[in-house]
């Protein structure tokens, strides 16, 4: 069915001007009607029957009734507000209180207690169910909670309605009451439709890239001088809900119909204290850094993962002996010891303890548990100004009279849940949504759908209503009329100011390996690394610890030797403790140990025999197990500093192990060599980008230029669990790749290319052992080797059907010459895998050349950092400023 065309609020009242009495489903709609009344009018115009019956005092009655009930009941708070909930619900629907306890499956000992309390609380439900309009006067006395109506009694706070008998009634949208609202109606009243027999035609759906972009667009349309006219309809509890609130306080817009009081900073900071005192000891500087600034306590970035327990700092200190003594206070003197501590008053807050009978009660966990489920289950009023921007939620909300109405996001969060009780009628209650839905798009004398196609790389659904109300086939908003936006400058001013600084941009001219991984994975991401303080982390920590071991060993292996291993191992618990608690000591202990006798180990067995072939190496940085031992260390070999202007690289070897072999320690988990060389591709580069095998080899080449060399990484700590079993192989722990001075055209004609083939599959061996080296060089000698690494496609190439021929004329019958030629390419694409050749590192340089330009051109502002890396979407694994990368921005 097509989107019936809503009446809009001048025509409504158009239609019911001359009635005495008029009622609505929703209040927004009847106070537009009453906003446009010209004619003097004693009493109530317009209302809902909601406020009929309760008057202007009207309130959430959900709540009202648990207050009550958890005060005089001993039941469970989350079986108190579950049966609260059923109960108001099947009253609703149903229209009689004790409606729920038909419902066998929903009656327990907690449901009848809300039932009998609920019948002496003056809930609206129950005013409703006590209230009447008669046509030709209104009553609110006595009335039983099965329907009967009762003519007599005391007439309700809100004031005397008329009783003259021409008294005329009109219900506008009556299909949109519940059976409770529809039981205080007449018998006799004139029924007024909400939509007209007209279809509507929607407005096109301006469909951005980014929930930010539709933010930007929104603060472009609004200003102080239009907040009044404006409203914005959203998910109230989505994303768009917190970025306009902020958008919008940061640019002095005023707005209400936004933040509640749990979202008040000092509320929130408060429950995360209570939490805090049984998280164990096992929390956090950065689980608790929300709470610490509102207590304006700035811990160092430094801290920020290790323990709470082992940071030294005033601020710190204070939460500590809070929590210490946390269940020796009240829930009173908690809020006012963290009030003083703050700074600041929390009346509201103490006033609902109160409320909720838990001021005077000791703090403990299960408590603790309810407060927090309490404040997250039900919305505590608060005192807003109304006046700015409205913020209305999508979900609550049918009617919007503002002149201006943006509709944000309309995606499937729009939807409400289907209801899952039996005394609801499904099928009624969902053309109820409909019906609203169909009149909230309708709001406004000019409405603007801004939506997105897509979040996250997944397509946005929108709302499942849509899929009841127009004709087309669609699956994503651009499928329907709609109008494409691509980002754009802001043009209202808002945003961080800027000052010219009259010096010219540094010039970046080296970039380590980590950098540029960072770099191409994410320029923005990168930028953030540079600009941000990053905190200590725990493999950080233990990897340096390792390293300066092997640093010192090299150094002074004799030291060591005599040192005991368990004092090296406390020492280094030492440094670390404050990163992981206590029953994982042992854990840790063995595999400190373990790491320490491994690295050991390799050095004995495989360590460098001489140092001649370096000259001196100024000494770099500090090392931990040379303070330990009061002992120097100043061995050319380790940790040695290169920093290349003409390459633009830069870097540290931890061992030089021989004029042309490389190695770095590493403490993960192992790699093999392709992954190695496919992590270092350049175009397109990899989606875990790691070029420091590359970037090392092409810095040490030009020190032995026409050398065969090797990068090494040793995986101390892989074959942990060999070792415990007792059957390691140090071997298993080391990943080698070559760097091979010659083009790969080059090295296919070679004779270690030959000698690779001879140590091949069988029939590999077989043919090439029978072709002999000088017939293997011939068969190549004008032969290029394909780009490609596909298997299918190497076997498709021309080059494949060349050497297999010539192969095949230069054996004999014996061998398997098709075969082993087969053989013999997949294992020179296997060499071509593992390792680099002169064209990989020259084509590795040019790209350093061309990140380092674009770098610097970013640095002087031509150009924004991008979130996208050259690969596209970065790898989100590989970020360490998650949070400032906007979702959809590039």
């Avoid at 209104?138 to 003259?164: E, I, L, P, Q, V």
């Avoid at 059976?179 to 109606?185: Q, Y």
């Avoid at 390293?547 to 020492?571: I, R």
């Avoid at 192992?670 to 080899?697: E, H, I, M, S, W």
Wanted: charged share 30%; aromatic share 10%.
């Amino acid at each position: 069915m097509p989107i019936r065309r809503a009446k809009r609020a001048e025509s409504l009242y158009a239609e019911v001007a001359e009635y005495d009495l008029v009622i609505t489903p929703d209040a927004p709609l009847a106070s537009a009607i009453n906003r446009r009344l010209d004619r003097p009018h004693f009493g109530t115009f317009a209302t809902t029957p909601r406020r009929l019956a309760a008057g202007r005092r009207e309130q959430a009655e959900d709540r009202h009734a648990f207050l009550k009930l958890v005060t005089e009941t001993d039941h469970d708070w989350k079986a108190v507000a579950y049966a609260v909930g059923n109960v108001l619900q099947c009253w609703e629907h149903q229209g009689r209180l004790d409606a729920i306890l038909e419902y066998d499956a929903y009656v327990d000992d907690a449901t009848r207690e809300v039932v009998e309390v609920m019948r002496t609380l003056r809930t609206t439900s129950k005013r409703l169910s006590e209230y009447a309009i008669d046509g030709d006067r209104t009553t609110d006395g006595d009335r039983s909670t099965d329907g009967d109506r009762s003519t007599d009694g005391d007439r309700m706070a809100d004031g005397d309605r008329s009783t003259d008998d021409d008294r005329s009634i009109a219900v506008v949208g009556y299909d949109q009451l519940t059976a409770l609202e529809r039981s205080v109606l007449p018998d006799a009243f004139d029924r007024v439709d909400l939509f007209t027999d007209e279809a509507f035609d929607y407005p096109p759906f301006h469909v951005f890239e980014s929930a930010t972009d539709i933010v930007t667009a929104l603060l472009d349309a609004v200003s102080t001088r239009n907040a009044d006219r404006v409203a914005v309809v959203l998910d109230g509890e989505g994303q768009y809900s917190s970025l306009v609130e902020s958008a919008l306080e940061a640019a002095d817009i005023p707005f209400y119909g936004g933040p509640g009081f749990v979202d008040d900073s000092h509320h929130r900071a408060f429950v995360r204290l209570l939490r805090l005192g049984f998280g164990g000891s096992e929390t956090t500087v950065g689980d608790v850094r929300p709470l610490l600034a509102q207590l304006g306590v700035d811990v160092p970035m430094a801290d920020r993962d290790r323990r709470l327990s082992a940071v030294d700092d005033p601020g710190v200190e204070w939460l500590r002996t809070f929590c210490d003594g946390i269940e020796d206070r009240t829930f009173a003197g908690a809020l006012d010891a963290y009030a003083s501590e703050a700074g600041v008053e929390l009346e509201r807050f103490d006033a609902e303890l109160r409320e909720l009978g838990l001021a005077d009660e000791p703090v403990t966990a299960g408590a603790v548990d309810r407060l927090a489920y309490y404040l997250q289950t039900y919305e505590v009023p608060v005192n807003r100004d109304n006046e700015g921007v409205l913020l209305a939620d999508a979900k609550s909300s049918a009617y919007v009279d503002r002149p201006v109405v943006f509709h944000l996001g309309m995606g499937e969060e729009w939807t409400h849940s289907a209801p899952k009780r039996p005394w609801v009628d499904t099928e009624t209650q969902f053309e109820r949504y409909v019906g609203d839905f169909q009149r909230l798009l309708q709001s406004g004398e000019r409405r603007y759908y801004l939506v997105r196609d897509s979040a996250g790389g997944e397509p946005v659904t929108p709302c499942l209503y849509f899929g009841d109300l127009l004709d087309e086939e669609f699956e994503r908003f651009s499928d329907l009329d709609s109008v494409e936006h691509r980002r754009r400058p802001r043009s209202n001013g808002v945003g961080f100011d800027r000052r010219p600084l009259g010096v010219d941009a540094e010039t970046v001219e080296t970039v380590s390996q980590s950098a540029l991984n960072s770099y191409v994975n994410s320029p923005r991401d990168y930028l953030f690394g540079r600009l941000l303080d990053s905190p200590d982390r725990e493999r950080f920590v233990e990897g340096n610890l390792f390293h300066d071991f092997a640093e010192f060993y090299v150094n002074h292996p004799g030291v060591v030797a005599d040192a005991d291993t368990d004092d090296l191992v406390d020492a280094m618990l030492g440094e670390t403790e404050a990163f992981f608690s206590a029953s994982d000591e042992t854990l840790r202990r063995r595999t400190y140990r373990i790491g320490l006798e491994l690295i050991a180990e390799y050095l004995d067995d495989e360590g460098p025999a001489s140092d001649d072939f370096l000259t001196p190496a100024s000494g770099w940085g500090t090392n931990f197990f040379a303070e330990h031992f009061d002992e120097p260390v100043d061995s050319p070999l380790t940790e040695r500093w290169f920093e290349d202007d003409s390459l633009g690289v830069k870097g540290k070897i931890d061992l030089v192990r021989s004029p042309t072999q490389l190695l770095d320690y590493k403490s993960g988990r192992k790699k093999r060599p392709t992954q190695v060389v496919r992590g270092a591709a350049t175009d397109p580069p990899a989606d875990a980008p790691n070029f420091q095998a590359a970037l090392y080899l092409t810095y040490y080449r030009t020190l032995r230029p026409d050398e065969r060399l090797e990068f090494t990484f040793f995986h101390f700590l892989d074959p942990i669990d060999d070792v415990v079993a007792g059957d390691a192989d140090l071997d298993d722990a080391l990943t080698t790749v070559s760097y091979h001075p010659v083009s790969f055209d080059e090295y296919v004609g070679s004779r270690d290319a030959y000698e690779t083939l001879l140590d091949g599959y069988t029939d590999c061996r077989e043919t090439f052992d029978d072709l002999g080296y000088q017939g293997y060089v011939d068969a190549v000698a004008d032969l290029s080797f394909p780009e490609t690494t596909d298997r299918d496609e190497l076997r498709a190439s021309e080059f494949a059907e060349r050497f297999t021929a010539a192969v095949d004329v230069g054996t004999s019958g014996a061998v398997d010459a098709e075969k082993g030629a087969d053989q013999a390419i997949r294992a020179l694409n296997g060499v071509r895998k593992r390792a680099f050749f002169r064209g990989d590192l020259d084509a590795f340089e040019s790209f350093v050349d061309e990140r380092l330009d674009e770098l610097n051109r970013r640095r002087a502002g031509e150009e924004r950092f991008p979130v996208e890396g050259l690969a596209g979407e970065p790898n989100y694994r590989r970020v360490d400023n998650r949070d400032l990368l906007l979702e959809g921005d590039r």
